[in-house]
């Protein structure tokens, strides 16, 4: 009974591959998901501490503590930065979402753990769109569980209804973006709120910019591609 619920998800999850709107939600996710990590991993990498020397308690003690470890701080940061990147390649994002799962399900656990609640809820929002992502690749997961010897009958892969190459050139366009804020300022730079006064805050709306850029240019293209039609599960010409 359990088999033939997942083959119904499945088929839903793969009748949504054939239409435009899930596809569009799914890249902005990975795009989305993937740069809230760049600059933490950023800072593990170049060594800075995640939070502030001097604050105290069980979450901040940690921290210190996992600062404190050097090569493995680093470590974890360069594995960060790996998985974000094949988040924004869109091609390899099913590879990034699984490499983030135990990340991110460590670090769930963790600032729940540690009672850092508006943290937590934050993390808990960027988990549970991680398990969207790894939902929208069931079929790709459902292989990897299959047991030994059980053989699956192949189905052909239809193209997205959007243009993917488009999507990666906006994700690396939107961290290209802030890692040239972060070397003018010299700084790897987190916002703590709205800090209008700050100049650095505002590489944010730019990036958010890129990306409604890039929706109208890939609906531009999607649209040409029908003729005008705009029926939303089909797919673009090429």
């Known amino acids: ?18 239409r435009r709107t899930p596809w569009l939600v799914v890249v902005v ?8 990590f760049v600059p933490a991993g950023l800072k593990k990498v170049l060594g800075e501490p995640f939070t502030d020397p ?14 404190a470890t050097g090569g493995f701080y680093s470590f974890v940061g360069g594995v960060q930065l790996f998985a974000a990147a094949l988040l924004l390649s869109q091609r ?54 299959r047991a030994p010897g059980v053989a699956r009958a192949a189905r052909q892969a239809q193209p997205p209804p959007l243009d993917l190459r488009l999507w990666a050139g906006c994700g690396l366009g939107a961290t290209g973006l802030y890692l040239l804020v972060c070397a ?31 929706w109208a240019l890939d609906r531009a293209r ?3 591609g029908l003729g005008g039609s705009g029926e939303e599960s089909s797919p673009p010409g090429g």
Do not use: N
Not at 1 to 18: N, P, Q, S, W, Y
Not at 31 to 36: D, V
Not at 58 to 66: G, V
């Open 29 to 36: 996710a990975r795009i989305f998901l993937a740069f809230a």
């Open 222 to 224: 999607w649209r040409q």
């Open 54 to 67: 001097g604050k105290t308690g069980a979450f901040h003690e940690f921290l210190h503590a996992f600062h």
């Open 92 to 145: 390899f994002a099913s590879v990034g979402a699984a490499l983030f799962a135990p990340i991110l399900s460590v670090i769930l656990v963790f600032c729940w753990s540690t009672a850092v609640y508006p943290t937590a809820t934050v993390v808990t929002l960027m988990w549970l769109t991680l398990l969207a992502l790894l939902g929208w690749d069931l079929d790709r997961w459902r292989a990897l569980l």
């Open 184 to 214: 003018l300022t010299g700084e790897i730079y987190r916002p703590r709120g709205a800090e209008w006064s700050r100049p650095q805050f505002y590489v944010f709306p730019l990036m958010l910019a890129l990306v409604v850029a890039t």
């Open 1 to 18: 009974r359990l088999v033939g619920m997942v083959d119904a998800l499945e088929r839903k999850i793969l009748a949504l591959h054939e």
